[in-house]
């Protein structure tokens, strides 16, 4: 008998601040970052059949695909090595800054686990989460968390209150990788209180959050797309109380002032020939 599917939603991410403190001798990054999930997602579906793992998800199909690493580090943990299909439908913007590839592989991970009967724990997921990528580990339980690290050492901050978005990404994406390389030719670093975010997000004011948005790779990201700053400034020109490129870009977002308004700034925003526009908002904790 064919087996059936178990699918879940995977949910994209935004930086509500990014702030970068040099550079480690693996190459990668010290941050610190406010990740936020939201409410657009991609399908992930898996089910065990024939013999072989196999990934489809459009053009993004086969090994190459982050989801089937996920899949093949899932299975050598357990030692078994066996058929599996794992199907993506792809909603979230690549190349975005949006996380959609880590939030593809939580997802997998995370199914994988529940086909399985739950072998694997908390900590052991996360140590496998880490082994894909540096989002991967927020995106198993995302919610609204200060990470560390590389961006994979995460601490819980108070739930944020439900902001209305509008998300906008030029035509190109930007390479993550590339980003970090022009933030050490030239980029400046910041610095995050988390005392501040604790309590802006505690005390649910949109505006309190607007003042602390902040991201390091804005600018470097911005030199190959200026686009970037173009769509940032249209949204603040459309009264959203704040804008920002999340994470290495090109996707920009912008609180609106409710969800009305969010679907009239991406009316407007249409209008103007501006063609990958959403709306969304923040959701919670969803592992
Ligand atoms: C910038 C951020 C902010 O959340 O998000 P995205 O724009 O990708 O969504 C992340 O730091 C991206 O994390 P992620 O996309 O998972 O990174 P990985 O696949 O592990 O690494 C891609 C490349 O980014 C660089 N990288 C990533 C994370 C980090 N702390 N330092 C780095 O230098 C490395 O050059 C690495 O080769
Ligand atoms: N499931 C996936 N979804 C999106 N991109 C993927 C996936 N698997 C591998 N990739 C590769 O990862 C690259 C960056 O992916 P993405 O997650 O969209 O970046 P970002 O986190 O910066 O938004 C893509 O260009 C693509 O080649």
Redesign the pocket.
């Known amino acids: 008998m064919e087996q059936s599917f178990l699918t879940t939603f995977a949910y994209?991410k935004i930086n509500l601040a990014l702030a970068i403190h040099g550079i480690r001798e693996d190459g990668y990054h010290e941050l610190q970052s406010v990740m936020q999930s939201i409410a657009l997602h991609?399908i992930v579906r898996v089910r065990r059949h024939g013999e072989k793992v196999v990934?489809r998800?459009g053009a993004?199909s086969g090994p190459?695909?982050?989801?089937?690493?996920a899949t093949m580090l899932f299975l050598e943990q357990l030692g078994r090595f066996e058929g599996l299909e794992i199907e993506?439908v792809?909603n979230?913007?690549?190349?975005?800054?949006?996380?959609?590839?880590?939030?593809?592989?939580a997802a997998t991970l995370r199914l994988l686990n529940q086909l399985y009967g739950e072998p694997l724990g908390r900590e052991a997921l996360l140590t496998l989460a880490r082994k894909c990528?540096a989002?991967v580990a927020f995106c198993l339980n995302g919610g609204t968390m200060w990470a560390t690290g590389r961006g994979e050492r995460l601490e819980a901050l108070p739930t944020a209150p439900e902001l209305d978005l509008v998300l906008t990404k030029p035509f190109s994406?930007?390479?993550?990788r590339e980003?970090y390389r022009r933030f050490d030719l030239v980029g400046q670093s910041g610095y995050l209180t988390k005392t501040d975010w604790e309590k802006a997000l505690a005390q649910k004011t949109k505006q309190q959050i607007v003042d602390l948005l902040y991201n390091d790779l804005e600018p470097v990201s911005a030199q190959m797309v200026p686009e970037i700053l173009v769509l940032k400034q249209h949204l603040l020109e459309l009264d959203c109380y704040g804008a920002l490129m999340?994470?290495?870009?090109s996707?920009v977002f912008g609180i609106a002032q409710g969800k009305q308004h969010a679907i009239e700034v991406a009316a407007r925003l249409r209008k103007k020939g501006f063609k990958n526009v959403w709306v969304t908002r923040t959701v919670d904790e969803i592992g």
């Open positions: 994209a991609d990934c998800c993004l190459g695909n982050i989801a089937y690493k993506i792809k979230i913007p690549v190349q975005a800054g949006l996380a959609g590839g880590s939030t593809d592989a990528g989002d994406g930007v390479n993550t980003a999340s994470g290495s870009g996707c």
